[in-house]
C-alpha cells in the first residue's frame, strides 16, 4: 500500500535542515519517515443514472440520492461531469 504525507510537513522538516544533513544524529531520509502517513482513499468517479422520478441511482454503488447532489452520499463517488470527462 502506498503512504501518502503532508507537504506541508516535508517542507518545515526539511526548511530548517543543514545543506549536509538533518537534524542532530538524523539522517534526511529517517526524517522523512518519522512522518505520519495520510488516511487517504482513491477518488471515484460515477454519475447519477436517471430512474424517471425524483431520485436517481449513483452507478458506482447503486444507492437513490438526489441528482443535485455533486458526491453519492453511501460511497463518496465524484458526480461532478466536469471531473467524469
Known amino acids: ?7 506541508r510537513s516535508v517542507m518545515e522538516l526539511v526548511q530548517f535542515m543543514p545543506a ?20 487517504v482513499r482513491p477518488v471515484v468517479h460515477g454519475r447519477w443514472e436517471d430512474r424517471g422520478s425524483l431520485s436517481a441511482r449513483c452507478s458506482e454503488c447503486g444507492c437513490k440520492s438526489l441528482r443535485a ?4 452520499p453511501a460511497c463518496g463517488a465524484d458526480m461532478r461531469k466536469e471531473a467524469n470527462k
Not at 549536509?20 to 495520510?38: D, F, N, S, Y
Not at 447532489?69 to 453519492?72: I, N, V
Open 1 to 7: 500500500m502506498t503512504d501518502y504525507i503532508s507537504r
Open 20 to 39: 549536509k544533513g538533518g537534524p542532530i544524529g538524523m539522517v534526511p531520509t529517517k526524517a522523512v519517515l518519522r512522518i505520519p502517513a495520510a488516511d
Open 69 to 72: 447532489s455533486h458526491y453519492c
